[in-house]
């Protein structure tokens, strides 16, 4: 079997319609440049010098902004980079991020041409209260009916969500947990919400407005929510926010983050279900 290999190219911000109160993609991304379809055709090339074709099945993969918000020609041409390498067999997957409020079918016919493979939306919160409060601009309803319609298209399905927003708390972070399994998506992610400096979640922080869940409560909260997908077969394929590069660490403020957070939450979960309650 083949190893699995993601070519990631990085779009901060691009294309984004709203700044969310906990989200500054350029320092958690670690990448401030603005990405070009030249750009990204090189880094692909530089990544696949590096990796022998015959051992690895390769993507590559579209992280940050809101993908399917950029104007369709900057789309295309960053797509077209890599369909180019798909279509000379380099390649073997094409997957992006994007808005529940930015898919439909002419959207979803256009990644179809490009030779996208995998759509992973940033659902969030299922509770349009919570929604509302880290202003995300989109509902509940419209992650429903995205993820569908991604589904009907035959895309494989990924979704986001956060544990410890503003506004949220545990009773609605395992409601949001219940209704994305309700999706049935392919794979999820799943993020405890941290405190970054230039973000609206920061000046409420520091107003004493926001107060963000300690690593204990939070591993509780994602135990939790690993006890609704896993016994469903739906793969937590991240869990915990990796900050990546200087700018995004130094930038960190308050909130839970742990460099085992996973393996802590897997094991609560492991604690729970064999009745090792406290």
């Known amino acids: 079997m083949k190893k699995f290999k993601i070519i990631p190219i990085f779009v901060p911000h691009r294309g984004c319609p709203h700044r969310c109160a906990f989200c500054d993609q350029r320092q958690i991304t670690g990448s401030a440049a603005d990405m070009t379809a030249e750009k990204a055709g090189e880094r692909i090339d530089r990544a696949l010098a590096a990796l022998d074709a015959e ?3 390769i993507e590559v993969a579209f992280y940050g902004g809101s993908f399917t918000a950029i104007d369709r020609e900057s789309q295309d041409a960053l797509l077209n980079a890599a369909l180019e390498r798909k279509k000379r067999g380099e390649v073997h997957g094409i997957r992006l991020s994007t808005r529940p409020d930015y898919i439909d079918r002419a959207i979803l016919d256009n990644l179809k041409d490009k030779g996208v493979t995998e759509i992973e939306l940033g659902a969030q919160s299922m509770c349009d209260d919570v929604l509302e409060c880290n202003g995300r601009g989109h509902t509940a309803r419209q992650t429903a009916t995205a993820a569908a319609l991604i589904r009907r298209y035959g895309f494989t399905l990924g979704l986001q969500m956060m544990v410890g927003l503003m506004g949220d708390t545990e009773e609605k972070s395992l409601y949001t947990a219940r209704k994305i399994a309700e999706l049935s998506p392919d794979f999820v992610r799943v993020y405890p919400t941290l405190v970054l400096r230039h973000t609206a979640l920061y000046d409420a922080y520091v107003r004493g ?20 997908f896993n016994p469903r077969g739906i793969r937590v394929i991240r ?40």
């Not at 690593?215 to 690993?226: D, G």
């Not at 990546?244 to 802590?264: D, K, T």
Request: charge should be neutral.
């Open 55 to 57: 051992r690895y099945h």
């Open 209 to 228: 407005a926001y107060t963000p869940l300690t690593v204990a409560r939070a591993v509780e909260v994602c135990a939790s929510v690993l006890r609704i």
């Open 239 to 278: 869990l915990g926010l990796l900050l990546s590069g200087s700018e995004a660490r130094e930038n960190f403020v308050a909130g839970p983050y742990h460099p085992r957070f996973r393996e802590l939450a897997e094991q609560r979960a492991a604690e729970l279900a064999a009745g090792q309650v406290e």
